[in-house]
């Protein structure tokens, strides 16, 4: 029995979906980058007591599919949430040199790649974001 050759797919997505070219999600002083795979395709304004707080636009993502990188100069400040929801397996994430909330993501059991992150897409520009639907929940 043989198998049929198939033509490769295109991998030309149609003209109305969103970006699939890696974009880089910068804090205001640029020492904090995270590179993502793509834009997303949707955006959380999340609602919950802390993230109403920092007035963060989250994208979420698995923690494999993106790059975080700190510059020499600056490093992260984690801020381990411990309350009646969390017990200090999530952490925020912010720049010490200009303060701007990058990203959150999981501690202790939940760091793998596969895990889910947030990246806070105020880091992206305007025209980066613009378009992509937006939500408001009370959690990722
Ligand atoms: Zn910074």
């Not at 802390?50 to 790059?67: I, M, P, Q, S």
């Not at 959150?104 to 880091?123: A, D, S």
Request: hydrophobic share 25%.
């Amino acid at each position: 029995m043989t198998s049929a050759e198939s033509k490769a797919p295109q991998n030309t997505p149609p003209l109305d979906s969103p970006s699939v070219e890696p974009v880089v999600a910068k804090c205001h002083c640029g020492r904090v980058q995270i590179t993502l795979p793509s834009k997303p395709t949707k955006l959380n304004e999340c609602q919950c007591t802390v993230c109403y707080k920092y007035g963060a636009l989250w994208g979420y993502f698995t923690r494999g599919a993106l790059t975080v990188t700190t510059a020499p100069d600056a490093r992260l400040i984690s801020y381990q949430r411990c309350d009646e929801y969390c017990q200090g397996d999530l952490s925020f994430n912010s720049c010490s040199h200009c303060g701007c909330m990058t990203h959150w993501w999981g501690e202790k059991e939940w760091t793998g790649p596969e895990h889910k992150m947030g990246v806070n897409c105020r880091m992206l520009t305007q025209e980066e974001i613009a378009g992509i639907p937006r939500s408001l929940s009370k959690g990722p």
